[in-house]
């Protein structure tokens, strides 16, 4: 028996994500149409023997409610959101919830981070994590070397493939192969961070007797239930033969940012190819618009058949396209109207917003630059004819004017 538990976080977290994140948390916001979450949830729906999915974050309960219950019934598998008091880190918040986890007596429990987009192989992971025979196994992947270290960077045995050394964000290089946020365990993972909460009490002491000391590291101030998966438990468990890794070749990105989000909506509409085809726009039919690669339509959306969509587009639901509107890359979002030959590239437009007549919502398309895509917020209204450039706009404003790399507040 398996148990998935999905690490979701909570609204302190996930601020690099605004405005995006400001009203629906971000687990939540659309890639390929669909909740961030969802693509996880799916993954893990191939693995045999699941039996229950856990949500765990510490966002209010209500958020997830809709959701949860609309993806139980639609899957015929209980989703389940565990809302933690105060947050617990990545490793504390799964321990405070295992008597839920064990109830289900499983034989191995998968963790997954929910701002990591994959095509995540979870049914190959856990037959090399039984083959191996250990504790636990993470999922790796090669980056490249500049970018290794806003990630665990890991080194591993190449032929038993034990996790031999583990550094979390080091600042000089160890090593191109990172951690995917992404691991199975058995349950022996709750014996293994209980057994970090003597070690936070005597710290705590330790705080007591000599503040100076204390207030040096930050590891020392940390709540005494405040456990890291990868700090506290992957780092002092490597090289113990407790922990293997499972290298993956296909795709994975961290979603950290709203440009990276346009990234992986490309990544996901490309998967549905493969596993989702019905997901996809075809095109076909006098009354439907002309679509260029891969592209999401909602139902519920209207789109003018003189319309060009694609490549990369998600349109979400009640959102309105007018005449002679061209769409490349980009997220549309609930209830957006966008006005006759309107222009939207690399950008993704709020919920509510709407673009007038002729005008141009575009950026270059660099996903990792900071104004490398639009975003607009919330119910943003441009008005016709106005160009708005490699900028931000908060929720709630008009823009009047053309803009170009700014940040409007
Ligand atoms: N429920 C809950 N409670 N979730 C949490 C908490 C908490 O207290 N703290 C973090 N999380 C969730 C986040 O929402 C995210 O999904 C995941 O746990 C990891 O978040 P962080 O601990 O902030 O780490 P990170 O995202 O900067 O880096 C981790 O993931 C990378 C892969 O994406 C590390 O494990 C890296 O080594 C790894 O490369």
């Known amino acids: 028996r398996v148990v998935a538990v999905i690490m979701v976080g909570g609204p302190t ?68 959101y565990l809302r933690e008091d ?117 710290t705590s002491n330790l705080r007591r007797m000599n503040s100076f000391e204390a207030l040096q590291s930050a590891t020392k101030t940390l709540p005494a239930d405040y456990v890291r998966l990868d700090q506290d438990i992957l780092s002092p468990l490597a090289g113990k033969k407790k922990l293997y890794t499972y290298e993956m070749l296909d795709f994975w990105e961290q ?15 490309a998967q549905y190819r493969h596993i989702s085809p019905h997901l996809l726009a075809t095109g076909n ?11 999401y339509i909602h139902p519920s959306a209207k789109v003018h058949p003189s319309a060009k969509i694609g490549p990369n587009v998600s349109i979400s639901a009640n959102a309105r396209i007018g005449a002679g509107v061209r769409l490349i890359s980009c997220i549309i979002l609930d209830d957006v109207e966008i006005k006759e030959n309107a222009v939207v590239m690399h950008a993704i437009v709020g919920w509510k917003s709407s673009i007038g007549r002729w005008s141009r919502v575009q950026a270059e398309g660099d996903y990792n630059a900071k104004l490398g895509i639009t975003i607009l917020g919330e119910a943003v209204a441009v008005e016709d004819e106005v160009v708005v450039v490699n900028s931000i706009v908060l929720p709630n404003k008009t823009l009047n004017v053309s803009v170009q790399e700014e940040i409007i507040l």
Do not use: W
Not at 88 to 104: K, N, P, T, V, W
Not at 255 to 269: D, F, H, Q
């Open 255 to 269: 979603i950290k940012t709203p440009g990276i989000s346009l990234r992986c909506s490309a990544l996901y509409l």
């Open 285 to 295: 039919g006098s009354k439907s618009p002309t679509i260029i690669g891969d592209v």
């Open 13 to 80: 977290k996930g601020t690099r994500f605004r405005p995006l994140s400001l009203n629906v948390p971000k687990p939540l916001f659309p890639l390929a149409g669909q909740p961030m979450v969802h693509h996880p949830i799916l993954a893990c729906r191939r693995i045999p023997n699941l039996v229950q999915i856990y949500l765990i974050g510490f966002y209010e309960e209500r958020e997830f409610a809709l959701y949860v219950s609309a993806i139980s019934n639609e899957l015929r598998l209980p989703v389940r």
């Open 86 to 202: 105060k947050p617990h880190g990545s490793a504390g918040g799964l321990y405070s919830f295992r008597d839920y986890i064990m109830e289900e007596d499983p034989s191995h429990i998968v963790l997954l981070n929910c701002d990591v987009c994959s095509s995540f192989p979870l049914p190959d992971m856990l037959e090399a994590h039984k083959r191996y025979g250990g504790l636990g196994t993470v999922l790796v992947i090669k980056v490249s070397a500049e970018s290794a270290n806003q990630f665990g960077e890991l080194v591993a045995d190449p032929v038993t493939n034990e996790l031999l050394h583990y550094t979390e964000k080091p600042e000089t290089f160890v090593s191109d192969r990172i951690n995917c946020g992404v691991y199975i365990f058995t349950p022996d993972i709750f014996t293994a961070i209980q057994s970090v909460f003597p070690l936070r009490k005597e």
